[in-house]
C-alpha cells in the first residue's frame, strides 16, 4: 500500500472509529486510533501516516509527533473535504 492509499484507509477509519461533529468533519482520539485492533492490522507506522495526512492538510492535531501513551488524549480532526468550485 503506498502513502496516498493508506490516508485514503486513515480517512475511512477516523470517520470508523471518531465522531461527527456539527460543522461536518470528524474527531477521534489517538489512543483510540493507536490501541484498535483493526487500525494496527492496516497500519505499520500510524504516526507516519498521520504526520503525511496532516502535510496534506486532511487531518489536524497539535504537535508533530504522536507517541502512545503521552499523547493518547491528542485530538485528531478529519478535516471537511474542500467545496467544489462554484461556475
Given at each position: 500500500?503506498?502513502?496516498?492509499?493508506?490516508?485514503?484507509?486513515?480517512?475511512?477509519?477516523?470517520?470508523?472509529?471518531?465522531?461527527?461533529?456539527?460543522?461536518?468533519?470528524?474527531?477521534?482520539?489517538?489512543?483510540?486510533?493507536?490501541?484498535?485492533?483493526?487500525?494496527?492490522?492496516?497500519?505499520?507506522a500510524?504516526?507516519?501516516?498521520?504526520?503525511a495526512?496532516?502535510k496534506?492538510?486532511?487531518?489536524?492535531?497539535?504537535?508533530?509527533?504522536?507517541?502512545?501513551?503521552?499523547?493518547?488524549?491528542?485530538e485528531?480532526?478529519?478535516?471537511?473535504?474542500?467545496?467544489?468550485?462554484?461556475?
Amino acid at each position: 500500500m503506498n502513502v496516498d492509499e493508506e490516508v485514503e484507509r486513515l480517512q475511512e477509519e477516523i470517520k470508523r472509529l471518531g465522531q461527527l461533529q456539527q460543522d461536518g468533519s470528524y474527531k477521534v482520539k489517538f489512543g483510540v486510533l493507536f490501541n484498535d485492533d483493526r487500525c494496527a492490522n492496516i497500519f505499520e507506522a500510524l504516526v507516519g501516516t498521520l504526520r503525511a495526512a496532516k502535510k496534506r492538510k486532511i487531518v489536524t492535531y497539535d504537535g508533530e509527533l504522536l507517541l502512545q501513551g503521552v499523547h493518547d488524549n491528542v485530538e485528531i480532526t478529519l478535516k471537511l473535504p474542500p467545496a467544489p468550485a462554484a461556475e
